[in-house]
């Protein structure tokens, strides 16, 4: 009988933790949200330090982005799907 009075009592406190949690959560969202800002890509691995943005072969996106031709790298720099499918598509193979 012990066991089963619990139960009940033990639902209530579960429910108001979690409504406890959740008006938390809810209070420190919009505070989290304004710590990052997009950023683009290619101004993104400029500020970052060279082991930071080496990936795991161990490149360096920068030195390939700079090694790109000037074409190329006006397409990312503005993120222009469409212009890169072009300039890639009139390259030499």
């Known amino acids: 009988d012990h066991f089963l009075g619990h139960i009940p009592r033990r639902a209530e406190e579960k429910k108001k933790e979690e409504a406890a949690e959740a008006a938390a959560a809810a209070s420190s969202a919009p505070a989290e ?5 997009a950023v683009p890509l290619v101004e993104a691995m400029y500020s970052m330090s060279l082991e930071e943005r080496k ?7 920068v030195e390939v982005f700079e090694s790109l031709p000037v074409e190329l790298q006006e397409c990312f720099k503005s993120g222009d799907v469409e212009r890169l499918k072009q300039v890639a598509s009139a390259m030499d193979p």
């Open 33 to 37: 949200e304004q710590v990052q800002e």
């Open 55 to 61: 990936g795991p072969g161990g490149l360096d996106p």
